[in-house]
């Protein structure tokens, strides 16, 4: 008999140590704000309402939110809303200090991670999710396996795998394994930092908007330097930019970047090195 497929792409996890590793790895407490990604059954909500100060649960499974409304009538710390978690970030969060945890579908890991990381100012300031292996391998890469997905994390926070979750921990089974994903995101972004968009006393030298062009232009930059991965760096700026290989080898040697080093060989700190060099162009 074939097994029935899991609607939405859910897989309900019911290890206990690996919930509570979650909800530690979050270091949730009273002052806390939660918004739960997928509560599913509420396994991982029941532990989360006995640490933090309100639970904000998105579920787009309109069964699974009748179930959550009735396992939790009497929890007045607890908020069960029924929409897409993609929809639900579109519009400005009404909470400013949050953190994000979850048990997603692996088809939109993807998504959800672009949205609360390079997506909005109102990042969270930790968010754990349950992923699947290969995207927390990559997301926690470091030089030599980087990627568009490392740098686009990096630059924001701090990734880390917790631990590894064995596909038989899951109902129904998924067929990969998966691990903790956990993301400590910085007060401000390695590029505030790097480009110094903020003065001694926290005042902004820079203007929002030119803020918001330095960071889209960083984000075209990386794009245009993983456009090829075989290929060398200074080939793909060359093609990318329309720029002669003399003047790619030049912006390199600026940003003390090898001139056939590789994309996935840089951190992200040449990556922002080599924007500051653009603007000397």
């Known amino acids: 008999m074939q097994k029935k497929k899991p609607k939405l792409g859910q897989h309900f996890l019911f290890d206990e140590k690996t919930l509570n590793k979650i909800v530690d790895a979050a270091e949730v407490c009273r002052k806390d704000v939660v918004l739960e990604i997928g509560p599913g ?5 029941q532990k989360l309402l006995m640490r933090a100060r309100k639970v904000i649960a998105v579920e787009i499974d309109q069964n699974l939110v009748q179930k959550l409304r009735s396992k939790f009538r009497d929890y007045r710390d607890l908020k069960v809303i029924k929409q897409d978690i993609i929809e639900f970030a579109n519009h400005e969060l009404e909470f400013k200090d949050y953190k994000v945890v979850g048990n997603i579908p692996y088809y939109i890991s993807g998504k959800i991670l672009r949205k609360f990381t390079s997506q909005t100012k109102n990042r969270p300031s930790f968010m754990v999710l349950l992923v699947q292996k290969e995207v927390g391998e990559r997301i926690c890469a470091k030089s030599g396996k980087m990627s568009v997905l490392s740098v686009a994390i990096q630059v924001f926070g701090k990734p880390e795998i917790v631990c ?18 956990r993301i400590k995101y910085f007060k401000r972004s390695l590029l505030a930092r790097n480009l ?7 005042r902004p030298t820079i203007s929002p908007l030119e803020m918001d062009e330095q960071e889209e232009e960083f984000f075209r930059l990386v794009k245009i330097g993983f456009s090829a991965r075989r290929k060398q760096l200074h080939n793909n700026l060359k093609s990318g930019y329309r720029i002669s290989k003399a003047e790619a080898d030049a912006w390199l040697a600026r940003a003390d970047i090898k001139p056939k080093i590789r994309a996935q060989d840089l951190e992200v700190e040449d ?6 060099m653009k603007f000397k162009f």
Do not use: N, Y
């Open 164 to 181: 590894h979750v064995p596909r038989d921990k899951f109902d129904p089974q998924p067929e990969v394994d998966s691990v903790v994903l």
């Open 196 to 202: 110094g968009w903020f003065g001694r006393r926290g």
């Open 41 to 45: 059954t509420g396994s991982l909500t």
């Open 271 to 276: 990556w922002i090195r080599l924007l500051a």
